[in-house]
């Protein structure tokens, strides 16, 4: 029925719409009638003398195109627009909510260039075929009603049942989606007619059309709702029917037909457009327009098709109109970026956003996710226009998050405007690389402005500051932090087009556009939500239910299979829903009924912030840590909000440092306030992540909230009591939660059948015991005696007796032993034993009785009294705890899958077994070997059962047979069931891998007492041993003489005994237990398994590479120092990744400078100390060094938190100082670290003269260094100017090999190009304006700005920045470098040197590297002297004024040193600093900054210029001659006095040179000059540069250097005799081949001897002759190197564990990368051994019947091998940075493709193919340039030196 008076309006609009059609029928079309010409008109019905329909005609949307794309007809797969003819208005939906699923019509929009429509992608629907629905349907409908039921059954039994119907149903349904898809594609493309039934898919939800039986339109409530819903159903299909009878059913529907719809379900109700009407918040303000609402009834309205674009497969890699793409800068290596939120205005301006693309992090290979790249290619003419986009059309970029335009305007500023039809807006593409018209995805492109012809240009060296962090006044607040720490750079407009300014355009996936456009159309509804509450709006129940839907699609959509997605968190940040969550939420609460009705809303709004802060993602937190001040207003609201406010921001505050680190004792007050009033274990929870953060404890939170919440309000926790102390049972756990008031035993309250239970009481108490452990965690002393002891909260009878009582759950017990283990064990002095090796051995104690007292642990220090008693107590106790740990094991040797709390108390167990071991209380052999069964028995999954057996009747024959399959395959799977076992399970390995460093300890020890014994005999004459001869490098271990045999064979026999007697592993059944835990389908399992069988397999050669790191000690300070370092080393391990509090600032403070002082000799910094530094090596002092360094710091509380840190961070950057000095071991180990180094904050300078030390007098570390990481030292000076000069000297140190006196020629070019990257900061004191470098430009040269720096008048550090920089880059031109000369004349004119070097305020130490400069860049150019400017300095006035004046200070200064001839000496010896001045009061500093300024500034200018620019002529220039003549004699007089005391051979050079050319170019009797030089000759030192306290100490520690000497070359012999010859017999034993086994030395080298060859043969099937299944095993290792790459890149999600555990897989990232390496080895070697078996000259022998067979059976090794996607799991290890990685990966290569194998071929280039990652070629490449450059380099310096020495 209609409404009263609706049908006379509604027929008078169908009349007036009907009369303007007629009216067209009859009108002359003329040009002025249209926006576009006649050309793009066409003509397409003949009968256009009907009266009735309008006429028909195409706009052909691509104007460059001769025949529309789409063609003239309707066809299925085509994307078109609905236009309304009675609105005049496109039908459209920008909401994605399933709430707000209506759709739309514009009015009022033209129909070729609309207005209004915020994406194309709102107006486009999909024609797409009738789909099939029942089955989906059957599905959704049995989801519903079990969730309904809430799950009905419940049980084992009935969750198998579950499982399988859900299996059923969803395979069912998935695979009529299949058969849907594969209709669609054969339709695609066939002719629509009309009568036929079609769907139309809108494309910005990717939802189909449907129409509702059951609701009623919003607007017209006579008519029927239209709404988009994602699934299929018969109200989703239509009837495609003409408008008009000139069009009859069965003929085929043509683009820009007026039809109607007609629904299936419904037949004789169509769409219907209704009324104009204002429909959410844009009905409000400047945004407010009409629109109507699509719905469905008897009365119709006709839509006119708009064709958008038709999809073809060939035309998918081009780029079409409504697209969206991401524009990277290619050169900058930067997005084109843009910041905001459509309806509410730009908040970041277009900008770059820099991302580098390194070949070495994959994440970066990979394009951006972030909705701030995005950008929408429109057509000019139209935003409806679809079709392919061609080089040189007119387009418009629009902003996906801003929705509005890229636009440069006249002043050439870019920037976005809303209005589409400005003109400028309108921009071209250009090809860089032109192959064909159409625009191709990834190809490169320039972008031109239309309007101005400007182009779009990267302003490169000038950052982009982003508006939100333009304010420092609240850097010390939560608005402080800075969430997004990329570099940005401003965008401009460029009249001219630059090369450089070339951009990609990437195409956006068409998942990340769904995702996209999905969180977008969330926007509206929330802004609708905002704009109701604000404007008082009712709330009904109906409305709420609605609303709570909404949001919680938008709280699913941020996971993914159970686990948040980070990218869709991303979007939920670059769109600022968070933010507007916020706004909702700051909405005030009403009253009365409609108050329950937000309360639920905002806590859905809550769960919603919960799920986005659920991960890791840093940024998210950060960005979201603005709104914790308005949260803690909060947690008072009505309704149980407070609750879901604690959880959200415990999710927010979880693992952020940068967050806890700004929570304040006030924030603290709150927590504890809060916690005693409402007693919620959620602010138990949020007190919990306070404490500790990403593994690091925060002492000061700990040690506040013990003291304000335990100590002050004893109330608010409950208590737990033994029922002896209380008057109850005895042996029996009580527990109160009204202190002492009344008590309940533990065991009934915590189980949930009994009536006792609470289970918010319950929660309480298990987060009470969480935080209690975290109080304690990182041995809080404070926090241990507080619980412990002062208050008893849990003393050690009640935790020993809950979790020895069978009363408790398994899970409640468990958690008791975790307890045990933080507050009782890992305390006080207990210190690991095992995990960092002890190497050093005190010569005196080896093999006696006092040997195990030295290698024992330190002893208690000075302030550990409070925790040292609990150890006592322990070791008291622990045998107690021993047997019960034996009988536990003993009793749980086979688990049980279904009970999971058990298997969670094994776990516990087992970490507690782990630390007993660690620390060293089985100590016994003995004790050891008990151990293992039972551990092995744990370990064997074999035994495992899926549920207990009946106690009466066991397992059922179906029982059993479920165990069966169990054990064969079931319990590899991942469940909730299998983890828990897992995890035991991993827990056990932990302490096997434990046991294996205890017998290689033992071995080790064993084997320095065999050398002692064989070091003592040695000097006896009689009862020498067996392995005596070993001392000695004359032995030869590869001896083939009968003699040699019988000796190694001696040898071995004796090695064999000592492995034999400390071996406490069955090797046989340790292996199988190991190879089966490798199956479990866990990232964990198989890693740990696979690195304990590697240590199982090397625990010999483990030990003999040990020995040769191990240090002998024979000296009484060597043992001192060994005894210090081993007493301070583990608090400075403890401390090393904790938050530090002030008292444990000062305790590291007094260690790292103790430590300090061992490296250096005594009162000589400068010189280090051999012995200590080996000492502390050994003790692994690098590791905790690199753990302090790699602590995270907020330099903006650096006041207020980190002032000790970074006072640590100090001193242990000096420490590392030292350590490295001199020392290539150390330098070669730190620069593998180098990456990490270069990220520490806070002490820039200090870190810089610590790196500075890793590449002195160290050409392969220059050679081997990234230019990326050159690039990050030239931005960490640029950032960092005058507070750290001492980066420019570090890069000094790169460019030129201290102490060798030369250039590295691509370190120069790299120093050069990224100081010129960054210019404006790098050369901050060079880079002014000539305004401020010249105060007068006609007169004399003035330099205020640098005079007043170059004075020492300006603020520290700037005089040294402008030294270091000035000779950086004199050092970057020396070696005759053309290019680097000009950029370097054009930084630093040739007047300007010589206005500093003539100025006399300027301290001659100052002038040094400007005298350099000059000679370098000037006076020995590549280049000839004319071109380079230099020729007009042989009679320059300013040059002898220089040298008038030079001559003066020559003379006074061999004055001064006459009368210091002994300080001088000393002198010589350390050159100043570059930047120091002299004070004039002070002879001795203005003697060595003058002497130096002579030596190595003065006489090379001097030798240069007479050489090659002196030119006397008494005519013109007399002067020149008598101060050449002058200068003669001063020089003379000079060498005279110091040439005695010169040590340093360049100087002598220096010194010879300058004298010998200013000489001969004199007319002072050359006589003088022999006699100089005979007297120079006859006193010469040479080298005489060790001051006698070196002397000294090498003396004292010859005798120990040498014992060290003779234990390394016995360690050396014993290992070659163990692992036998390099060849084929000796190695493989099965053959007689006499070849070589393995190229010793090369890149492909294999590791030798039995041990290994067992190691390998774990991998065959010995069983199988197949192949495939012989070699079958491989795919663990494969499986383990797929795992390693993953890991590598961060992307560990696959099996459901956390990345934090799986970190700990492998102990350290050395240790993943032995594994991979062995890995790969293993894999090589399988073949190797079959190639090596072929003869010698195979090659030429092919033919032979044997080699053949070989070949093949080798080939059918590579493709067994192949079979297991070796290539995807392999290679993309290349991308890491390891040497040894990249060698063995390409070895590994090399081989599988041994003899052109085929398969191997094909994967490759399947590989190849696939991805656009090319770190193959990039690792290949690499190699080749180091190679490359390494060769040149070498080359290059050979010539030089030569000619220096020539």
């Known amino acids: 029925m209609m409404r009263s008076g609706g049908g006379t309006k509604k027929l008078a609009r169908q009349m007036s719409v009907k009369s303007r059609l007629i009216n067209a029928l009859n009108k002359t079309i003329d040009d002025e009638d249209f926006d576009i010409p006649r050309s793009r008109w066409v003509y397409k019905n003949t009968r256009r003398r009907c009266p009735s329909p309008p006429v028909i005609w195409q706009t052909k949307l691509n104007e460059f195109g001769q025949d529309p794309v789409m063609g003239e007809y309707l066809c299925i797969g085509d994307y078109i627009c609905l236009y309304c003819e009675e609105t005049e208005g496109y039908v459209y939906s920008e909401q994605s909510s399933a709430t707000d699923n209506g759709l739309c019509i514009y009015t009022n929009q033209d129909r070729n260039r609309p207005t209004n429509i915020p994406n194309q992608h709102v107006v486009v629907f999909q024609v797409c075929i009738q789909n099939r629905y029942k089955l989906n349907k059957k599905y959704r409908k049995w989801i519903s009603t079990l969730q309904a039921d809430g799950g009905l059954e419940t049980g084992a039994k009935a969750a198998l049942n579950l499982s399988r119907a859900k299996k059923t149903f969803q395979s069912a349904a998935e695979a009529e989606n299949n058969d849907n898809e594969l209709e669609q594609k054969r339709q695609h493309g066939k002719r629509v007619r009309y009568g036929e039934i079609v769907q139309l898919k809108h494309i910005l939800t990717s939802k189909f059309v449907h129409m509702s039986t059951t609701q009623t339109s919003q607007i017209d409530k006579n008519y029927m709702k239209v709404s988009l819903h994602e699934f299929n159903a018969k109200n989703a299909q239509f009837r495609i029917l003409p408008r008009y009878k000139v069009k009859s059913e069965g003929e085929v529907v043509q683009l820009y037909d007026q039809i109607v719809f007609e629904s299936v379900k419904s037949p004789g109700h169509y769409f219907h457009a209704s009324e104009p009407h204002q429909l959410d918040y844009k009905s409000h303000g400047i945004s407010a327009f009409p629109r109507s609402e699509l719905n469905l009834g008897v009365e119709r309205s006709s839509f006119t098709l708009i064709g958008s674009y038709r999809e073809t497969l060939e035309q998918e890699r081009f780029v079409r109109g409504g697209s969206v793409i991401r524009l990277f800068h290619k050169e900058l290596e930067a997005y084109l970026v843009a910041e905001g939120l459509f309806d509410e205005g730009v908040t970041e301006d277009v900008h770059f956003r820099i991302r580098v693309i390194d070949q070495h992090r994959p994440k970066t290979l990979s394009p951006s996710t972030s909705g701030i790249t995005y950008w929408q290619i429109e057509a000019e003419h139209s935003i409806l226009d679809g079709d392919v986009l061609r080089w040189e059309q007119q387009i418009r970029l629009r902003n996906m998050l801003t929705r509005q335009y890229l636009c440069i305007d006249s002043r050439s500023e870019v920037s976005l405007i809303t209005d589409p039809a400005d003109p400028r807006t309108v921009f071209r593409l250009h090809s860089v690389l032109k192959e064909q018209d159409e625009i191709q995805y990834e190809s490169y492109a320039r972008i031109e402005h239309v309007l101005t012809g400007c182009w779009l240009h990267a302003l490169k060296d000038e950052d982009y500051e982003k508006r939100e962090f333009r304010s420092n006044d609240q850097e010390m607040s939560m608005y402080g932090l800075r969430w997004d720490g990329a570099s940005t750079r401003k965008v401009s407009a460029s009249g001219e087009s630059m090369y450089d300014d070339a951009y990609t355009i990437q195409m956006v996936e068409k998942q990340d556009v769904m995702n996209f456009n999905f969180v977008a159309g969330m926007v509206p509804f929330l802004f609708n939500l905002i704009n109701d509450f604000q404007t008082g709006a009712s709330l009904t129940a109906k409305k709420t239910h609605g609303i709570i839907a909404a949001l919680k699609e938008l709280k699913y959509f941020m996971t993914v299979d159970g686990q948040p997605d980070k990218d869709r968190q991303k979007l939920m940040r670059n769109l600022r829903v968070i933010d507007l969550l916020v706004r909702l939420l700051q909405c005030p609460l009403k009253d009365g009924d409609e108050e329950p009705h937000m309360i639920r809303i905002f806590k859905e709004a809550y769960d919603v912030l919960h799920a986005y802060m659920i991960g890791k993602s840093r940024k998210n937190a950060l960005y979201f840590a603005k709104y914790i001040d308005f949260f803690q207003t909060q947690f008072t609201q009505k309704g149980g909000i407070g609750l879901y406010v604690a959880q959200m921001i415990v999710e927010l505050i979880r693992d952020k440092r940068k967050i806890v680190d700004r929570i304040t004792n006030h924030h603290l007050d709150i927590y504890i306030d809060l916690l005693r009033k409402h007693q919620n274990y959620r602010f138990l929870d949020l007190l919990q992540v306070l404490c500790v953060c990403d593994g690091v404890s925060i002492p000061n939170n700990q040690t506040y909230i013990t003291e304000k919440w335990l100590r002050s309000y004893k109330d608010s926790v409950y208590l737990t009591d033994r029922g002896q102390n209380i008057n109850k049972r005895p042996n029996i756990v009580y527990v109160s939660t009204n202190n002492t008031q009344s008590w309940c035993t533990l065991h009934e309250f915590v189980n949930p059948d009994s009536a006792e239970f609470n289970e918010g009481q319950y929660d309480f108490l298990i987060h009470q015991l969480e935080l209690f452990k975290s109080l304690t965690y990182g041995r809080n002393d404070f926090a241990i005696h507080v619980i412990t002891r002062e208050f008893g909260y849990l003393t050690w009878e009640d935790a020993f007796l809950c979790i020895t009582s069978d009363l408790l759950p398994d899970s409640i017990r468990a958690k008791y032993c975790e307890l045990i283990i933080g507050l009782f064990v890992d305390v006080g002095n207990n210190y690991s034993v095992l995990d960092n090796p002890n190497i050093c051995f005190v010569y005196e104690y080896v093999g006696s009785k006092d040997s195990e007292r030295e290698q024992s642990q330190f002893q208690p220090t000075a302030g550990s009294s409070g925790s040292s008693q609990v150890v006592k107590d322990l070791v008291t106790i622990f045998p107690v705890l021993r047997d019960w740990l034996a009988e536990f094991l003993n009793s749980n040797c086979v688990m049980t899958a279904s009970d999971i709390g058990h298997n969670l108390l094994i776990e516990q167990v087992l970490r507690l077994l782990q630390h007993l071991v660690k620390f060293g209380y089985y100590s016994d052999i003995d004790d050891v070997r008990h151990l293992l069964t039972p551990l092995l028995s744990q370990l064997d999954g074999r035994h495992d059962v899926p549920f207990p057996k009946d106690k009466s009747k066991g397992y059922s024959k179906e029982g059993q047979k479920a165990v069966n399959k169990y054990r064969e395959s079931g319990r590899f799977e991942t469940s909730k069931e299998s983890e828990a076992i897992v995890k035991a399970k991993y827990q056990a390995m932990e302490v096997l891998d434990l046991l294996l460093t205890f017998q290689r300890n033992i071995r080790l020890k064993t084997f320095v007492e ?22 000695y490098e004359s032995f030869n271990p590869i001896d083939t003489s009968k003699k040699g045999i019988r000796k190694q064979r001696e040898v071995l026999r004796d090695l064999k005994d000592m492995f034999h007697a400390s071996s406490i592993f069955d090797i046989e059944s340790t292996t199988t237990v190991l190879m089966d835990l490798s199956d479990y389908k866990y990232d964990m399992m198989v890693m740990k398994s696979l690195d304990i069988l590697n240590k199982l397999y090397s625990s010999q050669s483990d030990m003999f590479r040990l020995a040769l790191e191990a240090q002998i000690l024979l000296s009484q300070d060597s043992a001192r120092v060994h005894r210090e370092v081993q007493r301070s080393l583990p608090v400075l391990r403890r ?254 004119p040739v007047e300007e040197i010589l206005w500093v070097i003539n100025h006399q305020d300027i301290d001659c130490n100052i002038k040094r590297p400007f005298i350099k400069f000059m000679m370098w860049v000037y006076m020995k150019p590549a280049e000839n002297l004319i071109e380079s400017g230099a020729a007009d300095l042989q009679h320059h006035k300013q040059i002898w004024d220089f040298i008038g004046t030079v001559i003066g200070e020559i003379n006074q200064l061999s004055e001064s040193v006459k009368g210091m001839s002994d300080r001088t000496t000393d002198l010589l010896k350390m050159s100043p600093s570059k930047s120091a001045v002299a004070v004039s009061s002070d002879t001795s500093s203005l003697i060595h900054s003058g002497i130096y300024y002579i030596l190595e500034g003065v006489m090379p200018f001097l030798e240069v210029f007479y050489t090659s620019f002196f030119s006397p002529d008494k005519d013109l220039y007399p002067d020149e001659i008598f101060h050449t003549d002058s200068l003669a004699t001063a020089l003379v007089a000079f060498s005279d006095v110091v040439g005695s005391m010169l040590t340093n051979p360049a100087h002598m050079k220096c010194l010879v040179t300058s004298v010998t050319s200013v000489v001969t170019s004199s007319s002072t009797p050359k006589s003088l000059l022999v006699t100089v030089l005979e007297k120079f000759t006859s006193e010469m030192k040479v080298g005489d540069t060790k001051s006698a306290v070196r002397k000294g100490n090498m003396e004292y520690y010859a005798a120990e250097l040498e014992l060290n000497a003779k234990f390394h070359t016995f360690a050396q012999n014993s290992s070659r005799v163990h692992v036998g010859h390099n060849t084929v017999q000796q190695q493989l034993k099965s053959s007689k081949s006499k070849r070589e086994y393995t190229e010793l030395g090369s890149n492909e080298e294999l590791p030798l001897g039995e041990e290994f060859q067992n190691l390998v043969k774990c991998f065959i099937d010995q069983k199988e002759k197949k192949p495939n299944k012989r070699y079958a095993l491989t795919r663990k290792l494969l499986e383990q190197l797929a795992i390693g790459a993953c890991n590598y890149r961060s992307r560990n999600k696959k099996s459901g564990i956390s990345a934090k555990k799986i970190r700990f897989a492998v102990s350290s990232s050395r240790a993943q990368e032995e594994l991979d390496v062995k890995c790969l080895q293993i894999l090589r070697t399988l073949i190797h051994n079959e190639e090596r078996k072929l003869p010698d000259d195979w090659t030429s022998s092919a033919v032979d019947a044997k080699v053949k067979k070989q070949l093949a059976h080798i080939k059918e090794i590579q493709t067994s091998i192949n079979a297991h996607d070796v290539v995807n799991k392999v290679l993309p290890h290349l991308a890491r940075r390891s040497d040894a990685i990249a060698r063995e990966v390409l070895a590994f290569v090399s081989i599988m493709l041994f003899n052109a194998n085929r398969e191997v071929q094909q994967s490759l280039l399947d590989y190849f193919f696939s991805t656009r990652e090319e770190v193959f070629f990039m690792a290949v490449r690499d190699r080749m340039q180091v190679s490359t450059n390494s060769i040149k380099e070498k080359l290059f310096m050979i010539k030089k030196s030569m000619r220096n020495a020539g």
């Not at 620069?1231 to 904050?1241: G, I, K």
């Not at 006609?1338 to 008048?1353: A, C, K, V």
Request: proline share 3%; glycine share 4%.
């Open 1135 to 1388: 401390l090393a990744k904790q938050k530090l509090n002030d008292q444990q600032v000062l305790l590291m403070s007094e260690i790292l400078d103790e430590l300090a002082e061992f490296c250096h000799l005594p009162k000589n910094p400068h010189e280090p100390h051999f012995m200590n530094q080996n000492i502390m090596i050994s003790h692994g002092i690098l590791d905790i060094v690199l753990d302090i360094l790699s602590q995270e710091i907020d330099a903006k509380l650096l006041k207020e938190q980190y002032g000790g840190m970074k006072v640590i961070f100090q001193k242990t950057l000096y420490l590392l100082q030292l350590l490295i000095r001199e020392n290539d071991n150390v330098q070669f180990r730190i620069f593998n670290h180098l990456d990490t180094l270069l990220d520490v904050q806070v002490v820039p300078s200090d870190l810089a003269l610590a790196l500075k030390e890793v590449f002195i007098a160290n050409q392969a570390t220059c050679l081997k260094v990234h230019p990326q990481q050159i690039k990050k030292i030239v931005r960490l000076a640029a950032e960092h100017q005058n507070q750290a000069s001492e980066f420019l000297d570090l890069l000094n140190v790169l460019v030129k090999v201290e102490g060798l006196d030369l250039t590295i020629k691509r370190n120069q070019a790299l120093v050069m190009k990224y100081i010129m990257q960054n210019f404006k900061k790098a050369a901050y004191v060079l880079d002014q304006p000539r305004e401020s470098r010249r105060s007068n430009l006609s007169g004399p040269l003035l330099l205020p700005y640098w005079e007043h720096i170059l004075t020492n008048q300006a603020e520290e550090g700037h005089l040294a920045y402008f030294a270091h920089l000035v000779d950086l880059l004199a050092t970057c031109a020396e070696g005759e470098n053309k290019f680097i000369e000009s950029l370097c004349q054009t930084i630093l």
């Open 1010 to 1031: 065999k050398f002692k014994g064989a070091e003592v005999s040695s000097h006896k004459k009689r009862g020498q041993t067996s392995v005596e001869p070993l001392l």
